[in-house]
């Protein structure tokens, strides 16, 4: 006899639900394409950028959100430590988040196209916002007396002119895709998994906040802007659920049933 046990689904099996490879790689890099050149076409709003810094950092003071200038401060108790933090910033972004998918399209391919979805939207929410509402960064803004740390301490990602960078937006503040993309990647592993240790994936977007807010690229309101525009791309496109997969056993032997005492027969006759 075999009985059915349930366990936490640690392999996807299905792969009925896996997209052709060759589509999911031109899809993606189309994708990445328009959003790059999408951020370079919001370039050269430098007044605009600036207005829109001066009212976030005081909209922060007003709600009396924390000063990045405190997480900074921790970051520059040492050389290493804020070339630690510009390196993460500069390289586990995109690195992250690729590794991430090609692991949800061979491992659990359920989980794949819906996350693809929630990523797209969400970038091309934020792509939006960023040509509407152009603002310049922390390090950028001297009322802030934050360091550009990447600047002066390096590795930096950013040309040493914003306003002529041909490689990249640097007033595209709002919202940070940074923290955005890391709190979608931990979402979609937690979701995925049935491991009792998943929830440490949650460690990857706290020290993506911290690093992006203490070298003074991020604001707060960057990061709860991105949280908000993840919340209704997770509303819009519900991720499935990990289902406890069923792996079957034998079931134990039956113990033999004693037979009972049989009663002599006459045991009430007398002798």
Known sequence: MMHARHEPAERETDTSARPPLVRELLLVAGL?????????????????????????????????LPSEAGVQHLLLHGDALIQVANTYYATVHFPATIAFLAWLYWRRPLFYTPVRRVLAALTGAALALH?????????MLAATHLVDTAQVYGPSVYGANPDT????????????????????????????????????????PLLTLLVVVGTANHYWLDAIAATALLGIALAVFRLPRAEPSVREEPEPAPVPAQEPVRELAGSGAAR
């Open 32 to 64: 990445f394409l328009v959003y790059k050149f999408g951020r370079l076409a919001a370039n050269g709003h430098l007044g605009e950028a600036f207005r829109n810094a001066g009212h976030v950092w005081n909209a922060e003071r007003d709600l009396h």
């Open 131 to 139: 040509l509407l509402f152009p603002l310049a960064p922390p390090r």
């Open 165 to 204: 960078d041909s490689m990249a937006n640097q007033f595209a503040a709002m919202p940070s895709l940074h923290f955005g993309w890391a709190l979608m990647v931990a979402i979609g592993l937690i979701a995925a998994t049935r491991s009792r240790w998943r929830w440490l994936w949650l460690l990857h």
